[in-house]
């Protein structure tokens, strides 16, 4: 739903002038004219004036949630129960602590024991963790120290120096991805979550609630879908900024924040998963006018940036169709006289599917007359 712009004061400068000469005019009797040092005070005393209206209207707009920012929308929030900004989060990962051999009795592995990668990041156990007897190795889950996105991205057996060592130990390993760091939420993602927090109250498995409970899960989701694939059966995908896959440790933490008790009605089974990524290219020729001759560098890296641009707006929200028309647009607006668009071509994407670029080649076909 669209919403009219709004304003409380009149901050335009040029009105504020008229008014004030008008009304100066009127009770003296006299003239300004444009020299006169009454009318370039009264052009001082105006423009003092529209700077104070701008801050009153500014001050004013922020009470309206889409105007708001910062704190100003932090204090919006009260007035929906639960909401508020999703601080900085730390990345968490699952580790695999292996001993040399079975023992014949437990072997501990405390919690807050440390590993990490480089020296760098490192990562804590968040309960304490056994290997049992007879057994050679037990799974525990790690958070990272450090808050924001440092701590993300460690793939599969890339964290594996322990820090903590303990009785018998003899390697360790990430067996997940470690993800879920980021930093504090942004206002424009705020909103979006106050927009869908009025449906929260509801325990009747709304599509919107679920959406809600999903988002709140991470500052790093950019956009969720909630399906009802058969009666009693719920699934939410999720997709993370950038058009990034959630791997299995964000898809856990999803999944706890939607099937709180206070958020899934009994009836439902609700699971979480990654959208399914439909792949293509980008393959394109296009041709400078002559008259641009002087600018073609530029326009040829503009047009470079156009497609990029193009990759993140197609990768950032769920079931976007690949549309081909909306690459022409930005590379014409980079400065391109035309272009011949061979791949990608358009395509319908279902509610749970994500487009992705696997390649650029763009071809500058040369000069040609307008």
């Known amino acids: ?12 400068t040029e009105t504020v002038v008229n008014q004030l000469i008008s009304q100066y005019e009127s009770l003296t009797g006299r003239t300004l004219y444009p020299a006169d040092p009454v009318r370039v005070f009264i052009l001082w005393v105006a423009d003092v004036i529209a700077r104070e209206r701008a801050l009153i209207n500014d001050a004013a707009r922020a009470n309206v949630p889409r105007f708001a920012r910062g704190k100003q929308l932090d204090s919006l929030c009260e ?10 989060s730390t990345a968490t990962v699952t580790m695999r602590f292996y001993i040399s051999a079975p023992q014949i009795s437990t072997v501990v592995i405390p919690k807050g024991t440390r590993v990490t990668a480089d020296g760098k990041v490192y990562f804590a156990t968040e309960d304490t963790a056994y290997i049992n007897i007879g057994e050679t190795y037990a799974d525990a889950a790690a958070r990272c120290e450090a808050f924001g996105t440092v701590g993300n991205g460690f793939t599969k057996g890339q964290i594996k120096n ?17 993800e879920g760091g980021a930093d504090g939420e942004t206002d424009k993602a705020l909103y979006e979550r106050m927009r869908y927090a009025m449906t929260n109250a509801s325990t009747a498995g709304a599509e919107q609630t679920y959406i809600s409970y999903a988002k709140a899960a991470s500052p790093l989701i950019s956009d969720v879908n909630a399906t009802a694939p058969a009666p009693g059966y719920v699934e939410v995908c999720v997709l993370l900024k950038n058009g990034e896959v959630p791997g299995e440790e964000m898809l856990q933490t999803v999944f706890e924040a939607v099937n709180g008790e206070k958020v899934r009605p009994l009836t439902d089974r609700v699971s979480v998963i990654a959208p399914e990524i439909i792949s293509y290219n980008i393959d394109f020729t296009y041709y400078i006018s002559r008259e641009d001759t002087p600018i073609a560098a530029q326009i040829e890296q503009s047009i470079r940036s156009a497609a990029e641009e193009f990759v993140l707006w197609q990768s950032e929200k769920l079931g976007r169709d690949i549309n081909p028309s909306y690459l022409i647009r930005l590379i014409m607006q980079a400065g391109a006289k035309r272009a011949e668009i061979r791949e990608p071509i358009y395509t319908v994407l279902e509610s749970r599917q994500v487009a992705k670029s696997e390649g650029f080649n763009l071809i500058n076909g040369g000069m040609e007359e307008e």
Do not use: H, K, Q
């Open 1 to 12: 739903m669209g919403f009219p712009d709004i304003n409380f004061v009149e901050t335009d």
């Open 79 to 88: 007035l929906f129960t639960g909401l508020e900004r999703l601080g900085a």
């Open 162 to 178: 322990l820090v903590d060592v303990f009785r018998f130990y003899d390697r360790c390993e990430n067996i997940t991805v470690s």
